[in-house]
């Protein structure tokens, strides 16, 4: 009988164990999980910068413009040679990035990634300048220079390495995040599909 009552107790006090046993594991596991979160969250918030990179443009153009009078018998011509120098940013606010960290999966979705910015600030100066009394340079044909001083730019800028240069920095902060991720074992997706080294350019 009492051979009965110590093998009892002994398989109770080893279920208790047992038990006490998994909630330390569980705790440890959560408490594991917390910290990686945190880490993952500063991480998000030092890659949270702006990306800025900066290039130089010059370039020469002429203008010309023709008021015409008298059913075009009369006209009063103006031109003068534009000389453009500018400078411009491609950049990139990761601070307003947008992302969720689900702890359960394990894995952090990028929602939404902003889109560069592109700004020019030109200095433009004009020489040979030629105008009539009854064609004057205005205000009016500033503007529409430097509006198209810009839009010539912005081409030359979508095709150039600094926008390139721009994505490469990009990229380069984003895979900070892919490969703390993936050291921890957590998945870094975006569109619904994991981010690997040889798909980040599906970031862009």
């Known amino acids: 009988m009492l051979k009965k009552i110590l093998v009892a107790a ?15 594991k569980d705790d440890d596991s959560d408490k594991t999980t917390i910290e ?21 443009y010059s370039e020469v153009l002429t203008y010309k413009n023709k008021q015409s009078y008298m059913m075009d018998m009369v006209s009063f011509d103006k031109k ?12 990139y606010d990761l601070r307003q990035i947008q992302y969720d960290i689900n702890e359960t999966t394990k894995t952090i979705t990028i929602k939404n990634i ?30 529409k220079i430097s509006t198209q001083v810009k839009a010539s730019l912005r081409k030359k800028i979508e095709k150039s390495s600094l926008k390139t240069n721009a994505q490469n920095r990009l990229l380069s902060e984003l895979s900070k995040i892919l490969i703390l991720t993936n ?11 994991p981010v690997q080294n040889e798909n980040m350019n599906t970031l862009l």
Not at 80 to 91: E, L, R
Request: with cysteine; proline share 2%.
């Open 183 to 193: 050291t921890m074992g957590w998945t870094l997706q975006y569109n619904g599909q």
């Open 10 to 24: 002994a398989a109770i006090i080893l279920i208790v164990l047992a038990f006490k046993y998994c909630e330390f």
């Open 36 to 56: 990686e979160t945190a880490l993952i969250q500063q991480q998000l918030k030092n890659v949270g910068k702006l990306v800025v990179t900066e290039g130089h």
């Open 114 to 143: 902003p889109k560069e910015e592109i700004k020019i600030s030109p200095d433009i100066k004009f020489y040979d300048v030629q105008q009539s009394t009854f064609n004057e340079f205005t205000g009016a044909d500033y503007n």
């Open 80 to 91: 003068a040679m534009v000389v453009v120098n500018a400078d411009a940013t491609v950049s």
